[in-house]
């Protein structure tokens, strides 16, 4: 009979990234993850007992914040293309380690108004260096697994940040969770120092020799990202899909605890379920996909999942005992299908359909696509699921989510044929192993 470590080595060996890039990239990815989770956790504890606000005032700084992102993501992604990913990636990170310092010393909802701004506008421009420096900085060949594996790392960060929270959080003590904040600007500032010492992708070093040279910077070619009508679309589209998490996180577990009979303990399950999954997957289902053709199967793959979800949890309405467990189980199961093959259709559409000499301005026009695509589900989705007779307002979230995919495969279309007719044909750089700058 193999040993558990035999059983064990594959799954394990198939979560470390193949290449010393990505395998830098992923540890970034982590620390990251582990800061944003660790405070993630006593987020509610922290605003509503330390500094003392009321739940309303909370929904209220986020909306503001969340609305700052939309605005101010398409400038901070044109940013991103002046000046150079890297560079955009870790002064972002250091706003963020600040900000999470500065965290226990708020008092005030206004306090916590401009700081949640200001942290969700730096965390907003970190995505997008960060999306455009991993595009830049590797080889085609090697985009789709990297991605796969950063996920993967992210969902392991994550995890490790809740524990942390969890352990603070089991002293039921306001004192601790109060300093929680500063374990994360640890983290924070571990991330920012090692993407200080990543090496300069194509684009740093132009933005780098353009400045040496004191020369003006040279309007970058081709059209902008916002005439891209079909990237647009595929945008707010494709965040549409992602509403998966709405159904995760929000709607499921409301579905769960209020028209059904199962022991809410089952939420433990529920999650732990989807962050196995989530960490464990993702490599395998990248090696599958990465063309656009592949994408659209995902897409589809992605669709048929969240429907699936959708009914199945529907019929927790009318079961009870182990039926109503093992259903609801599955439907959290199919809505993690959903969320894994949607993110590797995500992932080929952005190395495919990105003008790579505008890939942050191309993120920062799908930051605010996305938002049209999405914002308006956990208001939505909670009121089709939770006050239609029977739970049949399942059957408009599906419709709602089938619209969405069968609509990608025109708007996928529409954006490579604008690629194909503005885009640079030559192959991307490989990668520029020069010093930090």
């Not at 609305?67 to 992604?77: D, E, H």
């Not at 159904?247 to 409301?254: A, Q």
């Not at 999942?305 to 199919?334: D, K, R, Y």
Request: aromatic residues 8%; positive net charge.
């Amino acid at each position: 009979m193999p040993s558990l470590t035999a059983l064990l080595s594959g799954p394990v060996r198939g979560l470390v990234p193949p290449t010393p890039m990505s395998r830098r990239l992923a540890v970034q990815s982590l620390l990251r993850s582990s800061g944003q989770g660790a405070f993630n956790t006593v987020s509610a504890l922290f605003l509503l007992r330390v500094i003392g606000i009321a739940p309303g005032q909370v929904g209220l700084a986020i909306t503001i914040a969340l609305l700052a992102r939309s605005l101010l993501a398409w400038p901070v992604g044109r940013l991103v293309d002046r000046i150079g990913p890297k560079r955009i990636w870790w002064w972002a990170a250091l706003v963020q380690t600040v900000l999470f310092v500065g965290l226990p010393f708020v008092s005030t909802w206004l306090a916590y108004l401009l700081l949640a701004v200001v942290m969700e506008v730096a965390e907003a421009a970190a995505e997008s260096a960060n999306r455009a420096y991993v595009l830049d900085v590797l080889p085609a060949a090697e985009r789709i697994q990297t991605q796969a594996h950063l996920y993967s790392a992210l969902n392991i960060g994550f995890t490790a940040g809740a524990l942390l929270g969890g352990i603070a959080l089991a002293f039921d003590s306001t004192t601790i969770v109060r300093w929680v904040p500063l374990v994360a600007a640890v983290l924070m500032l571990a991330n920012a120092i090692g993407v200080r010492m990543l090496p300069n992708a194509p684009h740093d070093v132009r933005a780098a020799e353009q400045a040496a040279s004191r020369t003006k910077a040279a309007r970058i070619p081709g059209p902008s990202a916002g005439r891209n009508v079909g990237w647009i679309l595929t945008s707010a589209l494709v965040s549409t899909m992602w509403t998966n998490q709405v159904l995760l996180n929000t709607v499921i577990p409301l579905w769960l605890v209020a028209r059904t009979d199962a022991p809410p303990v089952l939420l433990a399950w529920l999650f732990g379920t989807n962050t196995v999954l989530c960490i464990f997957v993702p490599p395998y289902l990248a090696r599958y996909g990465r063309t656009l053709k592949a994408a659209l199967t995902s897409i589809w793959i992605s669709t048929a999942f969240f429907i699936g979800s959708c009914l199945i949890t529907m019929l927790t309405h009318e079961t009870s005992g182990l039926w109503t467990i093992a259903l609801v189980w599955l439907g959290h199961v199919t809505v993690t299908g959903a969320e894994l093959a949607i993110s590797g259709a995500s992932w080929s559409i952005q190395a495919e359909l990105m003008d790579p000499r505008r890939r942050g301005e191309y993120d920062g026009v799908a930051n605010v696509a996305r938002g049209l695509g999405s914002m308006w589900a956990p208001a939505l989705f909670t009121w089709l699921a939770m006050d239609w007779d029977g739970g049949t307002g399942w059957l408009v979230i599906a419709g709602i989510i089938l619209a969405a995919g069968a609509g990608l495969g025109p708007s996928v279309r529409m954006a490579e044929r604008f690629a194909q007719r503005n885009f640079p044909q030559a192959p991307s750089p490989e990668p520029v192993a020069t010093p930090s700058a």
